[in-house]
């Protein structure tokens, strides 16, 4: 690969463990509008497959029966997004093992850091402030966002954008994900891949990465992984 010159991270799952916050937001969100509704862990689990929020509620209406037309999905999901913000708040929520060495050491070294989420912007604005105790901006040069794309994951789009922002060809730069779906949109986009699946992603197929670790740290550092993105 060219010369590595930035990271690219995706932000659920991957930054930190992040799903179970979200679940009990979308819960709290559905109690609040008294739909009656209540996603275990495994009905989350199979809807994660799905990319986006809004996305996830269609699909469970759709296994319901709901008509499409009979509820306000985005007025739901940005009630869900106000419980996930303040959940955020609330604090506790570390970083998965190896991140902030990772990006301490991009950093030092002159890389740029880069964030390309399904997520919306709010949700990583509430992450960042939970775990770095800053805005988006001033942890990561550049942020892409899933609800800047027409697309959302596996589909290229959100790198495609995060890549454009950058203003870097693919091949200068490392994605890192926890997620078939993640891979397979940092793949289409032509991004090296480096894989550690999260509590809601062990299991997936990451066929194509560059490596599939435990955990971020297990990568050595960024020495590790700049070795593995030439590989």
């Known amino acids: 690969m060219a010369d590595l010159a930035a990271l690219i991270f995706d932000v659920d799952g991957t930054l930190a463990e992040t799903e179970e916050l979200h679940r009990a937001a979308f ?88 964030i390309s989420t399904t997520t919306s912007r709010p949700n990583v604005e509430a992450l960042c402030h939970a775990c ?47 997620s078939r779906n993640g891979l397979l949109s940092a793949q289409a986009a032509g991004i090296p891949c480096i894989v550690s699946a999260s509590v809601y992603t062990a299991g997936d197929d990451f066929t194509g990465a560059r490596a599939v670790v435990a955990e971020f740290s297990d990568l050595g550092g960024l020495s590790g992984l700049s070795r593995l993105g030439e590989n």
């Open 27 to 114: 819960n709290a969100a559905f109690a609040e509008a008294g739909l009656g509704w209540n996603w275990s862990q495994d009905d989350y689990r199979r809807l994660l497959k799905t990319t986006g929020g809004k996305e996830r509620i269609a699909v469970h209406m759709s296994e319901i029966g709901a008509t499409a037309g009979s509820l306000d999905i985005p007025a739901l999901h940005k009630a869900k997004t106000a419980h996930y913000t303040a959940l955020m708040a609330a604090g506790g929520l570390p970083l998965r093992a190896g991140i902030a060495d990772l990006m301490a050491q991009a950093r030092a070294a002159g890389l740029r850091l880069a």
């Open 132 to 178: 770095f105790g800053a805005a988006g901006d001033d942890v990561f040069d550049i942020i892409a966002a899933g609800d800047e794309v027409t697309t959302k994951k596996p589909a290229p789009d959100v790198y495609q954008l995060a890549l454009e922002r950058l203003g870097l060809p693919a091949s200068s730069c490392i994605a890192l994900e926890d």
